[in-house]
């Protein structure tokens, strides 16, 4: 008799066991959607000589014609210009005039100066992109030299960022 009650208890824990021991699980899925698609031109200006000044447009370096081009899906995505022009020791000046080649909505008009980046002020914080579309951005650069006892290589960077929020 004690046998068979064991067996009955054991058979009752498996089923309670069964029953317990039971799960399931739930899948969440999203995806992650670019805000902007942003195209750069890099751009060659040739040498200049110690102590001159000389100012390029897109008219003399093509490259300098829509240097930037964003593409974006949303409206009120932020752009952010970063250079490392207060590094270029070997210029007395050296300045980024940002300009419009091609707007959407009508906060901007082209030819409107988006911002000038130089050694003094050498970022920017963000300009907002108030429509959904193709925005493109020209390059005009003025540079004076300064002395240097060698040839001296001199570069440049401009680093661009597009975000969804300021």
């Keep these: 008799m004690a046998g068979l009650l064991l067996i ?11 029953f317990v021991y039971q799960q399931a699980s739930l ?5 992650i959607k670019e805000v902007a698609t942003i195209t750069l031109k890099n751009s060659d200006l040739g040498d200049l ?6 100012a390029y447009t897109k008219a003399g370096v093509p490259n300098l014609g ?7 899906t949303e409206a009120n995505v932020y752009l952010h210009l970063d250079s490392d022009l207060d590094s270029l020791t070997t210029h007395a000046s050296y300045s980024i005039t940002v300009k419009f080649s091609a707007v959407v909505g009508t906060t901007y008009s082209v030819g ?9 002020s ?6 907002d992109l108030d429509a959904a579309g193709t925005w493109k951005f020209d390059f005009e650069i ?12 001199s570069t440049a960077t401009v680093i661009v960022l597009a975000e969804s929020t300021a």
Excluded: H, N, R
């Excluded at 409107?112 to 003094?120: G, K, Q």
């Design 112 to 120: 409107d100066t988006a911002c000038t980046l130089t050694i003094a």
């Design 122 to 127: 050498p970022d920017y914080s963000s300009m």
């Design 27 to 31: 899948t969440i899925t999203q995806t």
């Design 66 to 72: 829509d240097a930037i081009s964003i593409t974006t």
């Design 8 to 18: 009955l208890i054991s058979l009752s824990v498996v089923g309670v066991s069964a």
């Design 49 to 54: 000589k110690e102590g001159e000044s000389k």
């Design 142 to 153: 003025t540079t004076t030299t300064g002395s240097v006892d060698s040839d001296v290589p």
